[in-house]
């Protein structure tokens, strides 16, 4: 399975963006798919997740109320919507997907696509 998350650039703090997540297969047959960062010198973090089957989502503490997650299932897309953007968000970007129903909040994943780079400018 491919993953291959796009959508990253350079933007103002206060500023939004997409991001956008496709895969070579069907979402639908994943438990779980989810956002996560690494900035530079710093621990992956968990951004969100949403689960394909009822949409149910989870969010980091510091992304909550500011990131949505959400799917497209006649895309086979999942995207995170980041508004609000300041400077700690900052960071490669990655989708991943997961094929065992693991809790919203595990960062345990199957399946990783490569990341796409967000620059948030002061």
């Known amino acids: 399975v491919q993953l291959q998350a796009s959508g990253g650039g350079l933007v103002q703090a206060g500023g939004s963006l997409r991001l956008s997540c496709a895969a070579s297969?069907?979402?639908?047959?994943?438990?779980?798919m989810g956002w996560f960062r690494q900035a530079p010198g710093k621990d992956r973090e968990l951004v969100a997740t949403?689960?394909?089957?009822?949409?149910?989502?989870y969010y980091g503490d510091s992304v909550k109320g500011r990131f949505t997650i959400y799917r497209d299932n006649a895309d086979n897309m999942v995207y995170l919507q980041m508004n609000s953007l300041n400077t700690e968000d900052t960071a490669d970007y990655y989708c991943?997907?997961?094929?065992?129903?693991?809790?919203?909040?595990?960062?345990?994943?199957?399946?990783w696509g490569k990341g796409t780079l967000v620059t948030v400018s002061s």
């Open positions: 991943a997907a997961d094929r065992r129903y693991r809790s919203g909040n595990s960062d345990v994943m199957d399946y």
């Open positions: 297969k069907r979402f639908g047959n994943y438990y779980r």
């Open positions: 949403i689960r394909w089957s009822d949409g149910s989502t």
